[in-house]
Structures are given as structure tokens and as C-alpha cells.
């Protein structure tokens, strides 16, 4: 019987133990893709998105690598799995990369253009000519769109709306707020607030980046339940975008 027991013990801790080496492991490092963007994603690591991702996954033991990148290539980047995820995606926006249920921000939408131009709005942005940065798909969340060019740095939009090669100019308000502040006459052109679009982490469609997406859902279940996220988007002078949760 003593022999008995201690044979049924063996094969329980061999069981044990072969289950723990087949059970998935939280990486201790996220690698991250972002473009550069102003106080927000900061190649020296500073910016609002940053903390806030901090915040995600720092006290749960994981540390941020973060890659400075054009938009586009954040995206290939996690489709190689070369990268956990990119940074500031919209849902859904690439088929084969993964997307969490949480989002970790909210995307301000508006349209840039002459302050002499009717106001648009959502409903009659597809009457225009419209223009954004390559990658960015908004042809995909905006409704009625026909016409639009694709532009790959943002330093000439003032110049295609003046001289009439685009009606308006569609991008995230901190981006716009830049573009406007960097002209002569600040008062030629009008902001108009359009969507408010949800931004995600694109994950890559791997296992430690299925983990790590896990873990994401699971700390942002507990940050936005507690409330722990708002004093970040208060220090950024940014609207909290979880208050209907």
C-alpha cells in the first residue's frame, strides 16, 4: 500500500511539473513600436502614452522596449513579430494583427481647413477633397468618403489647402494643433471636431504576444474599475476617455 501511494505521489508531481513547464509565461519585457508623436509617444520614452502604458504593465513586472518608427513600418513591424505591438492603431485596422478588448486611449478627430470653407461635418466629409497621412485608413471609419490622397509627411498640408489641392485635412487634434501652430497666420484656418476614434495596441499574432495582450485586458479591467488611469490623462491636460465605464 506504502509503495502504492508513493508511486500515485511521483506521477502527481511529474504532472505537476510538466503542466508548469507547458503553461504560458507573462514575458518580462513588451518590445513596442510607436511613430513619434509630440508629448505623447516621445522617442526619449516621455509622453502620455507612455505612462499610461507604464501603468499597464510595469506593476504587473513588465518592462517597455521602445521603437521609434514611421506608422507603417510600427505595422509590419508587429506583423513580422519583430515587435510585441504597435502603438496607436484603430480596431480592426489590420487583419492579422490582434487586437485587445480595452482600448487605451481615444483618437480626437478633426478636419483642418480654411476658415473662409463651409464647416464640415461628419455626414458631409464625403463632398470633399480630403487628405491624411499615409496609413492611416480613414477612409475605413469615416462615413460616405470618395475622394482623398494620402500624403507621407505631414509638413506641406497648409500648403495643399491654400492653393486648393484639398478641401480638408484629417488627423488627430494634437497633430492638427501642431500643423496650425507652425503657420504664419494661424487665423486662416479652422478646426472642426469630426469623430472620436478608439486607439489600440496592434498585436502580433504570436504567443508571448497573445500573453501579453492578456495581460492587458486583465490590468486595464483593474486600472479603469479603480480609476488609477485618470490622474495621467489630468497631468497631460487630456479628456479621460473611460468615464462611461
Known amino acids: 500500500m506504502a509503495r502504492r501511494w508513493l508511486a500515485v505521489m511521483v506521477f502527481a508531481i511529474f504532472g505537476a511539473l510538466a503542466h508548469a513547464q507547458d503553461a504560458p509565461t507573462t514575458p518580462s519585457v513588451i518590445h513596442l513600436a510607436s511613430e513619434e508623436w509630440e508629448d505623447y509617444t516621445a522617442a526619449d520614452g516621455h509622453?502620455?502614452?507612455?505612462?499610461?502604458?507604464?501603468?499597464?504593465?510595469?506593476?504587473?513586472?513588465?518592462?517597455?522596449?521602445?521603437?521609434?518608427?514611421?506608422?507603417?513600418?510600427?505595422?509590419?513591424?508587429?506583423?513580422?513579430?519583430?515587435?510585441?505591438?504597435?502603438?496607436?492603431?484603430?480596431?480592426?485596422?489590420?487583419?492579422?494583427?490582434?487586437?485587445?478588448?480595452?482600448?487605451?486611449?481615444?483618437?480626437?478627430?478633426y478636419a483642418l481647413g480654411l476658415s473662409t470653407s463651409p464647416v464640415p461635418t461628419l455626414q458631409t466629409l464625403g463632398d470633399y477633397r480630403l487628405a491624411w497621412v499615409r496609413g492611416y485608413e480613414f477612409q475605413a471609419y469615416l462615413p460616405n468618403v470618395r475622394r482623398y490622397n494620402e500624403v507621407v509627411r505631414r509638413t506641406g498640408i497648409l500648403s495643399m489647402l491654400t492653393h486648393n489641392r484639398?478641401?480638408?485635412?484629417?488627423?488627430?487634434?494634437?497633430?492638427?494643433?501642431?500643423?496650425?501652430s507652425r503657420a504664419k497666420d494661424p487665423s486662416q484656418y479652422r478646426r472642426t471636431h469630426i469623430a472620436e476614434l478608439p486607439l489600440y495596441l496592434c498585436f502580433a499574432?504570436?504567443?508571448?504576444?497573445?500573453?501579453?495582450?492578456?495581460?492587458?485586458?486583465?490590468?486595464?479591467?483593474?486600472?479603469?474599475?479603480?480609476?488609477?488611469?485618470?490622474?495621467?490623462?489630468?497631468?497631460?491636460?487630456?479628456?479621460?476617455?473611460f468615464d462611461s465605464n
Open 166 to 180: 484639398a478641401d480638408y485635412y484629417i488627423d488627430a487634434l494634437t497633430e492638427v494643433d501642431y500643423i496650425v
Open 205 to 241: 499574432n504570436n504567443p508571448k504576444a497573445r500573453a501579453l495582450m492578456s495581460l492587458f485586458d486583465q490590468r486595464m479591467d483593474l486600472l479603469v474599475k479603480n480609476g488609477q488611469l485618470k490622474p495621467i490623462f489630468e497631468r497631460w491636460k487630456q479628456p479621460y476617455p
Open 47 to 109: 509622453g502620455m502614452a507612455w505612462d499610461v502604458l507604464r501603468e499597464v504593465f510595469e506593476p504587473a513586472g513588465v518592462k517597455l522596449d521602445i521603437r521609434t518608427e514611421p506608422y507603417t513600418r510600427s505595422i509590419g513591424l508587429a506583423q513580422r513579430g519583430e515587435v510585441d505591438a504597435c502603438v496607436g492603431g484603430y480596431r480592426d485596422e489590420v487583419s492579422d494583427l490582434l487586437y485587445p478588448r480595452w482600448n487605451y486611449d481615444t483618437d480626437h478627430i
